[in-house]
């Protein structure tokens, strides 16, 4: 039969497991007070169930253990791919925005350089 306890609170002998962090505390044969606070829930796990889930808990893990690898691989890709990006976006936005300065009338005519008249060209 499975308990729930509260952390900080005292329990019997046996093993409890941690609902939040996902971890095993025993508590020796004396009984003892179950470690963290109000916010840590345990739960007494009797000792058949952990003679099945332990091995379970460890082939799950091993199955699992090289997804997490390439995940964790294409997740620093993409996030290397995506910064290349950006920065070359930016490179590219800076490279097309236009001129002009605020405050600065456009409305006159542009004057002659001495340089095009010298050459004959017209504007």
Do not use: C, H
Not at 8 to 14: D, L, Q, Y
Not at 33 to 45: F, Q, S
Not at 47 to 59: C, D, E
Not at 83 to 104: I, L, N
Request: no cysteine; net charge positive.
């Amino acid at each position: 039969m499975m308990r729930k306890r509260i952390g900080g609170t005292a329990a019997k002998n046996g093993f409890y497991w941690n609902l939040g962090k996902w971890e095993m505390t025993m508590v020796p044969n004396q009984g003892g007070i179950l470690p963290g606070g109000a916010g840590d829930r345990y739960l007494k796990a009797p000792v058949v169930a952990l003679l099945v889930l332990a091995p379970l808990m460890g082939a799950v893990y091993a199955m699992f253990l090289p997804f997490i690898g390439f995940a964790m691989l294409f997740t620093f890709l993409g996030k290397k791919a995506l910064a290349m990006g950006r920065s070359g976006a930016v490179d590219v936005a800076a490279t097309m925005t236009p001129s002009w300065r605020p405050g600065k009338a456009y409305l006159a005519e542009k004057k002659k350089d001495e340089t095009d008249e010298e050459q004959g060209q017209k504007p």
